[in-house]
């Protein structure tokens, strides 16, 4: 499974990419207006620099043609690396299709059923972005969307979409899209710095290095 992280924070970004296990980024307005940069392309520029994988850019326009434009500018003036974030609408859709054709990576997002990732299969999305927290939020079950979007693009091999787990909360949510075979979780950073932690792990480290001190001995002479 690949891991990208769910932020707009550089700091952050930085941090988690000297780990080696950060696979991309995703970024949409709401993260972009939290990290305090005044310049899109510029801070979208900078997280291309720091990581090698897909970085998804949102556009803004909700309507056709002037969502067509800033998902073609965003293309010609940003780094291959690059995944235009079209929301799961019919305009969206239209987009992502011109886009995907061209070669370009698309990333449909808000997606919460799945007769909406069906679409964005059809359409040619490179990833398909289901909001797992969001449904928990309303009581419905957002793990459940994830299983049913993974077998249905499972019976069908010509659907090239990877699933990209989203509005992740909790490890729980990681470790559940990895037993169902998603492609992807994008994670906010907090939730990245919980995977790595376990008690006993803690625990067990200490009583390492408690022991071997007493053999007085090290490694490096
Ligand atoms: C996905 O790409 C979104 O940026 C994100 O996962 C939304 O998460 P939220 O529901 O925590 O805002």
């Keep these: 499974m690949k891991f990208f992280v769910d932020t707009a924070d550089v700091k952050e970004i930085k941090d988690l990419a000297a780990t080696g296990l950060l696979d991309g980024v995703t970024t949409n307005p709401s993260l972009v207006a939290k990290s305090g940069h005044s310049n899109f392309l510029d801070l979208i520029r900078e997280i291309c620099a720091i990581v090698d994988g897909p970085v998804s850019a949102e556009v803004a326009a909700t309507d056709y043609e002037p969502m067509r434009e800033e998902a073609l500018y965003?293309?010609?003036?940003?780094?291959?690396?690059?995944?235009?974030?079209?929301?799961?609408?019919?305009?969206?859709?239209?987009?992502?299709?011109?886009?995907?054709?061209?070669g370009t990576m698309v990333n449909v997002t808000l997606c919460f059923s799945p007769a909406q990732a069906i679409l964005a299969a059809k359409a040619g999305a490179t990833f398909v972005s289901p909001f797992v927290g969001r449904l928990d939020d309303i009581g419905e079950n957002g793990m459940q969307l994830i299983a049913d979007i993974c077998e249905i693009y499972m019976a069908y091999p010509n659907f090239k979409t990877e699933v990209l787990v989203a509005s992740v909360r909790h490890p729980q949510h990681v470790v559940q899209a990895a037993k169902m075979g998603a492609h992807?979780?994008?994670?906010?950073p907090a939730v990245i710095r919980q995977l790595f932690g376990h008690p006993l792990t803690d625990k067990g480290l200490a009583q390492f290095v408690a022991d071997w001190a007493k053999t007085g001995q090290k490694i490096i002479p």
């Design 74 to 102: 965003l293309v010609k003036n940003l780094p291959r690396n690059v995944a235009i974030k079209v929301p799961l609408t019919p305009a969206g859709l239209k987009v992502c299709k011109e886009l995907s054709e061209k």
């Design 184 to 188: 992807v979780s994008t994670i906010p």
